[in-house]
């Protein structure tokens, strides 16, 4: 075994650990954004290694520069989502906002979205701070 | 000339370099581009500076992403998970929305912290706000936010780099 070698299957392992991690994070980790941090990141890292290991096996030159392309492709949308995701959370889920220990956002909930929803259930952005 | 249109020139040089090669492959292109860049950081100090500001960016983000993941697996893996979630406000200098965007959207990509919104403080600046998978102190944090990933990307886009 060359050392390329090992250094891909040192990649792919990686890759793999850090997709298992992340899904033993979505299952142990307590609410919605905590799920998220172990979602939306280790995934990043894992899909990095996976695609770079792969890369590096084929060794063919196009298809390593389409694997670079893929990981800036996923680095640049993936917390797009994340974030969107977040928002979404924070601003429908009050009992979720209440168990956090330390909330800077409270008092600007209402400023933070730009208007209020059309159907006039705006009752749930009232915050309680 | 502004940094659009060297970057445009860099790559105009590129494809120049690359045309004048039998072999037409990605590689060459990109031997070409770093060719132009050496010729035009020459000519355009503040250009050279840009693209190892950028450079440099790159490599300290993927360093943070990698040692917070290795944090974050700790984390999820400990026997007792001791979590310690908050929000904090961060202030933020940057203002342009290009600025704000690479700003949140690296916050979002390190492992342990998440961008959730952007909004505006009572005194009327924007601030990001951002959850923290464990928090501890809130105040550093948000200085070692500041520090580490602001200062970097206003280094890139404000003009006046000394790297």
Redesign the interface.
Known sequence: MTTGQIAIIVLILLGAGFMLISAIGIVRLPDVFSRMHAAGKASTVGISCLLLGAGFFFLDEFLFYRMIVLIALIFATAPISTTALARAVYNNEPALRRQLRHDEMAGSVAEAISAPPADGDDAILTTPS | MNTRNVFLMNLLLAVLWAALHADL???TFIVGFLFGLLLLSVAHRGYGATVVGVVGFMLFLIRA??VS?IQ??GY??APT?R???????IPLEAHSDLEIAIL???I?????T?????????TGQR?L?V?N?V?GD?DAVRNSIKSDFERRILRVTRGGMTI
Request: hydrophobic content about 50%.
């Open positions: 492959s990605v590689t992403i990698i993941s974050v697996a999820v893996l998970l979590l310690d979630q908050g929000i904090i406000e949140a959207s690296s979002t990509l390190t492992p342990g998440l961008s959730v919104d952007v909004g505006r403080s009572s601030v706000y959850h998978l928090m809130a």
